[in-house]
């Protein structure tokens, strides 16, 4: 199976703060990568699509990027809403395999 | 709305069976792979097992291979998973989600776009 290490695994922001996630697979999965973004007591809601792609509905301040084995999933302009646990997911083959998880609470 | 709606979740004993249901009281899942993924307490999300469309297809964690069961029921509109042998480390909030392509150009990418709310399975002596 792909294993997807994430990190950091949490970190601290203010409101407005630049944010930066990165995940890497074990080996390479093209940009067949997703992020969602799951607040507690709730299901993970997808932000992002093929490493970069953004849903309909998905604020413009969330960005990703990558290829290969190395993404990053970028909040720009940190909100209150924001704050959450973020998850990468390979759909490059199977099984799918989450990233550990990083959780951005408020500093 | 579409929205997905999961039961059947429950308390359990090791070496227990529980079938946990899937629902979509605003839209047709007929259409669409269903995913099922687990959330351990206080841990991050698990893949557990997806089907396609017809039931022909489909795939499972290499963990619970041999003792769960995804399949579907189209007259009701319905996903199911049926857990055997359960064990302490199945114990988990158990979401069902819609598993479908999404385009960047032409190139088609697996996401899961709506998901339940999850139904918690505890296995405990």
């Known amino acids: 199976a792909i294993q997807m290490t994430q990190f950091p695994s949490s970190l601290s922001a203010s409101i407005g703060d630049r944010v930066t996630i990165t995940c890497r697979a074990s080996?390479?999965?093209?940009?067949?990568l997703g992020w969602y973004q799951q607040k507690p007591g709730k299901a993970p809601k997808l932000l992002i699509y093929?490493?970069?792609s953004l849903p309909s509905g998905v604020p413009s301040r969330f960005s990703g990027s990558g290829s290969g084995t190395d993404f990053t999933l970028t909040i720009s302009n940190l909100q209150p809403e924001d704050f959450a646990t973020y998850y990468c997911l390979q759909d490059y083959n199977y099984p799918r395999t989450f990233g550990q998880g990083t959780r951005v609470d408020i500093k | 709305e579409e929205q997905l709606v999961d039961s059947g979740g429950r308390l359990v004993q090791p070496g227990g069976s529980v079938r946990l249901s899937c629902v979509a009281p605003g839209f047709s899942i007929n259409s669409f792979w269903m995913t099922w993924v687990r959330q351990a307490p206080g841990k991050g999300l698990e893949w557990v097992a997806n089907i396609n469309e017809d039931g022909s297809e489909k795939s499972y964690l290499d963990s619970v291979k041999g003792r769960f069961i995804i399949y579907r029921d189209k007259s009701n509109n319905a996903l199911y998973l049926q857990m055997n042998s359960l064990r302490v480390d199945d114990t988990a909030v158990y979401f069902c989600a819609r598993d479908r392509n999404y385009y960047a150009g032409r190139i088609a990418y697996d996401v899961f776009d709506i998901w339940g709310r999850g139904t918690k399975v505890t296995v405990s002596p």
């Open positions: 080996q390479g999965i093209r940009n067949d």
């Open positions: 093929a490493a970069s």
